[in-house]
């Protein structure tokens, strides 16, 4: 009777927190409408998505935890010059689409046209300037505890190989990939991409910026990393499934394989050539273990009837670390809950990479090397690394599914 009148007790303290922060949200909106009819209050992972009418015309904002406005969209209509530059342009890279409708994006530091065009049941969101030019969004700078300006002042930081404030080369990646999951570089020119919900591996062509191939294996799921094995393109799915497709002589057909992983989440899959094996880490702790370690399996094939553990990461290694090095960030307990994981050619050190809090863990020998936060305002969700042979790396980050940011791919050349 005690434990079940604790559960409705704190059952009734969540509702009361979730009411009262509804209230506080509604409040905020009434600051910028008066008169807001709210429609729809969605929590996200770093923002409060709220939809409401205002004057009749539906609005969309986007609150920060703090309160403080991310964006504004709205309803618009654009004067007649202005549209005329934006068809053009449209004509010229987008011919053949049909735009569905216009709005206005308004930010703390700018505003901008948001332009949802369709062709062929696929949408696709295009940005403008207020004179009818392309616009670049930007990413949204939020709660972490370091930024591009913290980190180049750390001493430390800038003793990387590469200059992980400036990327060499950004590729905005189109519509389809805003949720890019996993990449794999096949070569100088092509990278193979994968994205969360779509069972199709996707051909990008860095020297054309733009998409040369797709390969579908499977269906809807949850895709979350891939690797190249010869001409086999092999994808990991979150619950362990690993399918495999011949990108040399593709058939139409894939092979696919459970592996017996004792995790949740599986999340980042790398073929090691050098050592001929794969390796798989998991997002979270394994089922009835620590809730602080996180670890690293290998396995000779995707056929291999059980992965031995490789190492483990201790995210109070993690923190200490951080504690030790980086004096310059604020204290704060640093999840790192791997996203993906790539071999270094050139080094043979391990890369594990951490959409949670953004960081790049780097391990030699089984041991911790170093550690490099990323910042919020290059990476919005780092979710997946992989290297040229040379030793240039590459990092994807997924966008917004609002489309405020983008799917993007970072290149770093190597500098040492």
């Known amino acids: 009777m005690r434990i079940f009148l604790m559960i409705t007790f704190c059952t009734f303290l969540l509702l009361c927190k979730a009411q009262g922060d509804r209230t506080t949200y509604i409040n905020k909106v009434k600051t910028i409408c008066p008169d807001a009819d709210i429609i729809e209050i969605e929590t996200k992972d770093d923002f409060i998505e709220i939809e409401y009418l205002c004057d009749k015309k539906v609005v969309e904002v986007g609150l920060g935890f703090d309160l403080k406005i991310i964006y504004r969209e709205s309803e618009t209509t654009i004067d007649n010059k202005t549209l005329e530059k934006i068809h053009k342009k449209l004509d010229k890279k987008y011919f053949g689409w049909t735009i569905d409708e216009f709005s206005l994006v308004e930010t703390p530091d700018t505003n901008f046209y948001k332009a949802e065009i369709l062709r062929d049941g696929i949408e696709e969101n295009l940005y403008f300037t207020l004179d009818g030019k392309y616009y670049k969004t930007k990413n949204i700078v939020l709660n972490e505890s370091w930024n591009i300006a913290s980190l180049e002042k750390s001493e430390f930081y800038n003793k990387s190989n590469y200059n992980l404030t400036r990327p060499d080369k950004t590729y905005e990646m189109p519509e389809i990939l805003v949720e890019i999951s996993g990449i794999a570089v096949l070569n100088e020119t092509d990278i193979f991409c994968i994205q969360d919900e779509a069972g199709i591996v996707f051909r990008y062509n860095t020297q054309n910026e733009e998409l040369s191939g797709m390969y579908r294996f499977t269906d809807v799921g949850d895709f979350e990393d891939i690797t190249i094995q010869n001409e086999m393109v092999n994808i990991l799915r979150s619950d362990g499934t690993v399918f495999s497709l011949n990108y040399g002589n593709y058939t139409g057909k894939s092979e696919f394989r459970n592996l017996p992983l004792n995790c949740m989440n599986a999340e980042g899959l790398f073929y090691d050539n050098t050592n001929n094996r794969f390796l798989i880490v998991c997002k979270d702790q394994l089922i009835n273990q620590e809730s602080s370690l996180r ?57 594990v990479l951490s959409a949670s809090n953004r960081l790049l863990a780097i391990y030699k020998n089984h041991q911790l090397k170093n550690i490099y936060p990323l910042a919020e305002e290059l990476f919005y969700k780092p979710e997946g690394i992989s290297f040229g042979q040379n030793g240039d790396m590459y990092i994807s980050t997924e966008g917004n599914k609002k489309g405020y940011v983008g799917g993007q791919i970072h290149y770093f050349k190597m500098m040492k």
């Open 295 to 351: 670890h690293v399996f290998s396995l000779n094939s995707v056929n291999s009837t059980l992965p031995e553990i490789e190492f483990v990461i201790d995210l109070k290694e993690i923190n200490a670390f951080i504690y030790e090095h980086y004096k310059e960030i604020d204290n704060k307990i640093i999840k790192l809950n791997p996203s993906s994981i790539s071999v270094h050619p050139i080094t043979g050190e391990i890369f």
